[in-house]
C-alpha cells in the first residue's frame, strides 16, 4: 500500500521523507462508524433512561410480575 500522497517513490512509511499519510484507509473508516455509535449509544441510553422514570413512576397498567421482571432487567442495564 502506498502512501497518500506519497511523492518520494518510498516503499513504506520507514523509508517515506515526504510526509506523506501511510494509514490504511480503513482506519479512518473504522473511526468514523466509531463516532457515529458513540451517538447513537448515548442517544438510546437517554432514551432508556427516561423510560426507566416513566415506567417507575406512572405506568400502573403493566402486570406487577412482569413490571418488577423488566423493571429488573432495565436496572441491570442502566446501573441503577
Known sequence: ????????????????????????????????ENQVLKVERHELSDLLHECYKRLKHHDQHIAFHDQTTFMKKLEAILGV
Open 1 to 32: 500500500m502506498a502512501g497518500d500522497g506519497c511523492t518520494c517513490e518510498a516503499w513504506h512509511e520507514g523509508e517515506c521523507g515526504c510526509d506523506a499519510d501511510w494509514t490504511d484507509p480503513e482506519v479512518y473508516k473504522l473511526r468514523e
